[in-house]
């Protein structure tokens, strides 16, 4: 049976929310926006419409989701009074004690997600350490592990190109991933991941150590605007290898799309490269290419006012591509991610996908800071 702290811990949570929403200001936000769904020739621009109905769901998700908890947590003070005049069990108190914890916990994650961006699909790509056939084998199952984590989740998982290793695994491949807030949850993935094991590609059956980098950036829609100098643009085809029927080994359909990226801010120079053989139709991956493209430069752009932002204070851990995010000990039964230092045994767990654990751990250490 839980006590009384416990609660008014629960009702605490839920005023806090209230005040960190800005619940009143939405309603009356919503209501507002509502009302110009509703104007004559609203939809006569299809584009501003589209984003105008997204912006009056995303108002709503946040209200259905306070008044849910809300809900919930008035319900749960009913059923403790109840429970003193024996007009209900004990479980039925527990009960619901412990689906308003996971409903607070969920819209307190939620609102972890408030950064211009995070609402959006995500692009991940995954590149296989130096190492070759064991850190191509480490990259094929990390991109088991996102893919199994997207269908669990209910995400849209596309495969746009994948660079198949020598022997066994991947060299390097690029998913875009489409669901509510899959580029807050997976940003999280950003980085290096380590792993050790006895390796089945080593004959003397020595500890080997792998490494993968994952690289995760917003997946833009039409509604942002991103500048592209078309006269840096070049394009190079290919015949696709792989899975795909024999008409994707005779027909260019594979593109390589050069962007020569000049930082506005630094002036430096870099090659921005991109391969696309999702479909055996070159004009669609030429499409999907400039989308990744767009991506991409949107990323760099909200990284710079990110950083502009926020000077992270000394001594304080950073959280920035390249760095070691989390290791992979399959000897020892650990996955262990080194920011937060949440650490799991269930390594087979996790390698199935079910990483929402470290995904939450970052976000309640980590996300406020950005």
Known sequence: MITLDQLK??????????????????????????????APGFWDDQKRAEAQMKLV??????????????????????????YKEELVTEEEVDDIY?????????????NMLRHEGDSMDCVLKINAGAGGTEAQ?????????????????????????????????????????EGEFAYGFLKSENGVHRLVRVSPYNAQGKRMTSFASVFVTPLVDDTIEVNIETARISWDTFRSSGAGGQ??????????????????????????????????????????????LRSILYDK???????????VEAGKKKIEWGSQIRSYVFDDRRVK???TNYQTSDVGGVMDGKIDAFIKAYLMEFGAEE
């Not at 209230?18 to 619940?23: A, C, F």
């Not at 995303?58 to 109840?82: I, P, Q, R, S």
């Not at 050069?258 to 139709?281: F, M, S």
């Open 9 to 38: 811990e629960i009702k605490d949570r839920v005023e806090q929310l209230n005040r960190y929403l800005d619940i009143d200001n939405k309603r009356v936000q919503w209501e507002e926006e509502q009302l110009r769904t509703q």
């Open 57 to 82: 769901k995303g108002l709503e998700k946040w209200l259905n989701g306070y008044n849910e908890v809300k809900t919930l947590a008035d319900e749960l003070d009913t059923a403790f009074e109840f």
């Open 98 to 110: 412990a689906r308003s914890l996971a409903a607070v916990e969920d819209l307190e994650l939620r």
């Open 137 to 177: 084998d480490w990259a094929s199952m990390l991109m088991r592990m996102y893919m199994r984590y997207a269908e669990t989740n209910g995400y849209k998982l596309r495969i746009a190109n994948v660079l198949d290793g020598d022997d066994a695994g991947i060299k390097s491949c690029t998913l875009e991933i």
């Open 247 to 292: 008409n994707v080994n005779k027909v260019e359909s594979g593109v390589r799309l050069r962007y020569q990226y000049k930082d506005p801010y630094t002036g430096e120079e870099e090659e921005i490269l991109i391969e696309n053989t999702e479909t055996r139709d070159q004009p669609k991956n030429k499409e999907n290419a400039m989308r990744l």
């Open 301 to 311: 752009e909200m990284k710079h006012r990110m950083e502009e932002q926020a000077k």
């Open 337 to 339: 991610d080194h920011r």
